[in-house]
Nanobody, 113 residues
């Protein structure tokens, strides 16, 4: 059974930084594109960033220049470095193994003073 587990969320002040991690079990991680998504209260889930198996990245316009997605295939781990956080970045952040469609349970990020 595939497990996808996010961590690293929390409460941070505007302008601060957080680093999210996502660990996927087994051999499914390495050959698949991975993505970070987020869902704010009352809003639809939206794509934040994607990284292919080869390391190519793509970002939503609202995070370009502030967030960085990366992966460590040896550790089956996906990362999201979030800098210059804004209150509107508050959401539950989810990790997804894009091809097979496996989701994690999400980690809450709250940006507030």
């Amino acid at each position: 059974q595939v497990q996808v587990v996010e961590s690293g969320g929390g409460l941070v002040q505007p302008g601060g930084s957080l680093r999210l991690s996502c660990v996927a079990s087994g051999s499914i991680f390495r050959p698949n594109a991975m993505g970070w998504y987020r869902q704010a209260p009352g809003k639809q889930r939206e794509l934040v960033a994607v990284i292919t198996s080869g390391g190519s990245t793509n970002y939503a316009d609202f995070v370009k220049g502030r967030f960085t997605i990366s992966r460590d295939n040896a550790k089956n781990t996906l990362y999201l470095q979030m800098n210059s956080l804004k209150p509107e970045d508050t959401a539950v952040y989810y990790c997804k193994i894009i091809g097979p469609g496996y989701w994690g349970q999400g980690t809450q990020v709250t940006v507030s003073s």
